[in-house]
């Protein structure tokens, strides 16, 4: 175990010291991706500028959903983002080099292409939680604050799976990264709005086959004590984690397919 | 390198179509990528759009000026725009500036702004064929979209779509050409990249922001031109006259940053050292 924990640890300080050597760079990059998560926000309150309600729900209502699903989507961009770049190991054939050694392929991928500037958009989207979360001061409960810090791990967890999973379409079709995106950073700009405005196909999909209402939407409608237009149960805000867990054991199962299906691209 | 603008003498307009050709063959090549981005585009319409009929909804079918219809056609034709200009991801010159290939580049006859724009212009027709029809298609059959009423309409957007790419193109190659100086440009193309998701008109119509600010965006900055003018031509905001006036702004934006990357590229072959390897 004890060299495992060595190897990862110097992966990641060589990634670190690799990205601070060009420190214009890098710093332009770490301001300019917190500003654009913080965009996600500025969005919806240009949206309300045009708008007095969104299906029903106030500025600050659709704000609390928005900075929930931030906060999970940082989370999980942070700590397994970096792992759409796994199309280009697999291109180039470096994932060879990977499967050689004595070390996961997964943990390899996310700690060998670790991206420190992210840390930046997770303090970024917390503060923006707080704040909102400030603007509409809902009666706080110990079950209340509970969810508030459960709501956002559980979601950064079903944000992971649906990373890992998107990525390993790229065992199968080399050159179609983008089509992950879809549903990663899809499923992003889906949980930013309650979901009772999407039509409804598309809804269950996402919403319920990819279990993005539970990252944002029925844990904010708890905090603000609504009812779900769509008249589902309360309880349901609080199964993000029953939704987790599944997520989890999908991705783990997708990717284990996906790693033995791997053939070198021989170049 | 005492290269000038012209293209060399024999065959001049022969050259910029092979290179246009070249270009459009190249990227016809990319086949999974090109559906994988069109899927993408196509589920990113509707998202977009869900949200933006809820807003004209809540706004009581009118949203600044936009009517539900005319939203629906700026959502899905700006998911194929985005591929037409290729808004994102385009750092290919600074890699070969990096790796030291871009020397090729410079010793060609034809000057390297313009040989990269043809190809460029190639890689749009190519995009225009795929992945601009494709999420059309979708917004056509599933969704009420606004369809021009006035046939000038049609040519108008054309240009205006070219004049888009045009600018797209000048813009990218300016963020391209700091590799000459930075070697590492990501934290440039995120900035880029946050420029091109909000002022082009992409994540919401400029015309939802205060009004003290659009003509800033629009005279003071390329960004609207990339995507928000042709849409605009497209849904006929206001008469002929107004989207003649997009019209102007954008070609005055594609010749000023054109004009700028000329520039730029003069001062940048002066910065080049070619890496050991």
Known sequence: MRPTVTAYRALLGAQVRAQTQYRFSFWLDAVASSVISLLDIVAVLVLFRATPALSGFSVRQCLVIAALGNVAFSLADASVGNIDTMRQYIRTGRLDAMLLRPLGVLPQLVFGDFAPRRLGRVLQSCVVLVVTLVLVHPQWTVGRAVLVVVAPIAGAVIFSSVFVAGSTVAFWFVESGEFANAFTYGGRDFTLYPVSIYPGWFRGIFAYGLGFAFVAYYPALALLGLPDPLGAPPALAWCSPLVAVPAVAVAALIWRTGVRHYRSTGS | ?277
């Open chain 2, 1 to 277: 390198m005492g290269m000038d603008l012209a293209w060399p003498r024999a065959g001049t307009l022969r050259t910029g179509i092979a290179l246009a050709g070249a270009g459009f063959r190249r990227w016809s090549t990319y086949r999974q990528a090109t559906i994988a981005g069109a899927f993408t585009n196509t589920i990113f319409g509707f998202l977009r759009c869900s949200v933006l009929l809820a807003v004209a909804a809540g706004a009581g079918g009118v949203a600044a000026g936009y009517r539900g219809s005319q939203l629906v056609t700026y959502v899905w034709v700006g998911q194929g725009l985005l591929a037409v200009v290729q808004l994102w991801g385009w750092t290919e010159l600074a890699d070969r500036v990096r790796t030291g290939d871009v020397q090729s580049d410079l010793l060609r006859p034809v000057h390297p702004v313009l040989s990269y724009l043809t190809a460029d212009l190639g890689r749009a027709g190519f995009a225009l064929c795929t992945r601009f029809a494709a999420p059309l298609v979708v917004g056509l059959l599933v969704f009420h979209l606004y369809l021009p009423h006035r046939l000038a309409t049609y040519p108008l957007f054309g240009l205006s779509m070219l004049a888009a790419t045009v600018v797209s193109f000048g813009v990218r190659y300016l963020v391209n050409l700091t590799a000459y100086w930075l070697l590492d440009i990501r934290g440039v193309i995120v900035a880029w990249l946050l420029c091109a998701n909000v002022l082009t008109g992409l994540y919401f119509p400029l015309a939802f922001l205060p009004d003290w600010l659009q003509p800033v965006l629009w005279y003071g900055t390329p960004f609207p031109s990339i995507l928000q003018a042709p849409i605009d031509v497209l849904v006929e905001r206001g008469t002929v006259g107004h989207q003649l006036v997009i019209l102007a702004v954008q070609l005055g934006w594609a010749a000023a940053v054109l004009a700028l990357a000329v520039l730029a590229q003069r001062r940048a072959e002066r910065r080049l050292v070619v890496q050991g390897g």
